[in-house]
């Protein structure tokens, strides 16, 4: 399983990013996507969930009404966008897959757990 995130974002406050996240390598069933960022010097922080194969999201309380998680599942891509930034959105953002995929041979493996390599989005003035 490859997960690839789009490349860094410097945007200005009160604007938006758009960061992606493609997954690659299998057919993926029963799969969901969490975000996840990190902030300088600080821990990871869950941001939320969606599920590609039918659009159901779920946010955590923070970011709701300011994020955005939507996906086309035809090619395996998440997409996270954040508006009305601010300077303190300034992190790495994650994407995380949790699922299954099928094999060559049909079977239906669970348990995937793979990270995309961050997507730095920078705010500032």
């Known amino acids: 399983v490859q997960l690839v995130q789009s490349g860094a974002e410097l945007r200005n406050p009160g604007t938006s990013a758009k960061v992606s996240c493609e997954a690659s390598?299998?057919?993926?069933?029963?799969?969901?996507i969490d975000w996840v960022r990190q902030s300088p010097g600080q821990g990871l922080e869950w941001m939320g969930r969606?599920?590609?194969?039918?659009?159901?999201?779920n946010y955590a309380q923070k970011f709701r009404g300011r994020v955005t998680f939507t996906a086309d599942a035809s090619t395996n891509t998440a997409y996270l966008e954040l508006q009305s930034l601010r300077v303190e959105d300034t992190a790495v953002y994650y994407c995380?897959?949790?699922?299954?995929?099928?094999?060559?041979?049909?079977?239906?493996?669970?348990?995937?757990?793979?990270w995309g390599k961050g997507t730095l989005v920078t705010v500032s003035s």
């Open positions: 390598g299998y057919t993926f069933i029963n799969y969901y």
């Open positions: 995380h897959l949790q699922g299954g995929v099928v094999l060559a041979s049909g079977a239906h493996v669970y348990g995937m757990d793979h």
């Open positions: 969606i599920d590609p194969e039918d659009g159901n999201t």
